[in-house]
């Protein structure tokens, strides 16, 4: 079946240094991708997403790029702030028999940020 | 916009007895909900997805007696623990899909569940 498979945390990191969390995948077919951000506290919120090979997804200064011949996804980020801290997951989407979207998601990676 | 919410957010139950968690999408109707169970330092795993006014579809391995979904609306879903015991512990998170945009998935802050 479909998997996923990021780099695994804990990630620590001074304010403005450069992020790099690999995301790697193994699908079927062509699937979306997908990298949703989870804060203490809350739930999952979706960071950005492509659909296609090449596409790039951006949001709040992270960028990911869909290589479909590397099979991956990388997250990247210029210059990291304190306020990113959270714990980043990266999935794909496939279709279900009944035709909606299901998730499938790496194990996370936790980002530390200090001042 | 966009808020899903969860109750409770966290509760201790004794082995044996059923737990309820609800799932509510506060500001949009969902079509279609879903169940996630992570364990700790481990990816979520979807358990079931459920669309309002029909049984749930269960995952490969996921006890459908066990873990009863009810989706008896466009903003509530629930799922209840039936006889709970400790290796049921974990956190459960909810999600959903906008009527008409199932590419995109928002998630509640989940729900801890202990069982002693």
């Known amino acids: 079946g479909n998997s996923v498979t990021q780099m695994e945390g804990p990630v620590t990191l001074s304010e403005e240094a450069f992020l790099t969390i690999n995301c790697t995948y193994t699908a079927t077919g062509y699937p979306s991708l997908f990298w949703y951000v989870q804060y203490p506290g809350e739930g999952l919120q979706l960071l950005l997403k492509?659909?296609?090979?090449?596409d790039k997804g951006s949001n709040k200064g992270f960028e990911a790029t869909y290589r479909k011949e590397t099979t991956s996804f990388h997250l990247e980020k210029g210059s990291v702030q304190v306020s990113d801290s959270a714990v980043y997951f990266c999935a794909l989407s496939e279709l279900t028999q009944g035709g909606s979207e299901k998730l499938v998601f790496g194990k996370g990676t936790k980002l530390t940020v200090n001042p | 916009g966009a808020v899903v919410s969860q109750h409770p957010s966290w509760v201790i139950c004794k082995s044996g007895t059923s737990v309820k968690i609800e799932c509510r999408s506060l500001?949009?109707?969902?079509?279609?909900m879903f169940w996630y169970r992570q364990f700790p330092k481990q990816s979520l795993m979807l358990m079931a997805t459920s669309n309002e006014g029909s049984k749930a579809t269960y995952e490969q391995g996921v006890e459908k007696d066990k873990f009863l979904i009810n989706h008896a609306s466009l903003t509530l879903s629930t799922l209840t623990v039936t006889s709970a015991h400790p290796e049921d512990s974990s956190f459960y998170i909810c999600?959903?899909?906008?009527?008409?945009?199932?590419?995109?998935?928002?998630f509640g802050p989940g729900t801890r569940l202990t069982v002693l």
């Open positions: 492509a659909t296609k090979a090449d």
């Open positions: 999600s959903a899909s906008r009527q008409g945009y199932t590419d995109t998935q928002y």
């Open positions: 500001d949009f109707q969902a079509t279609t």
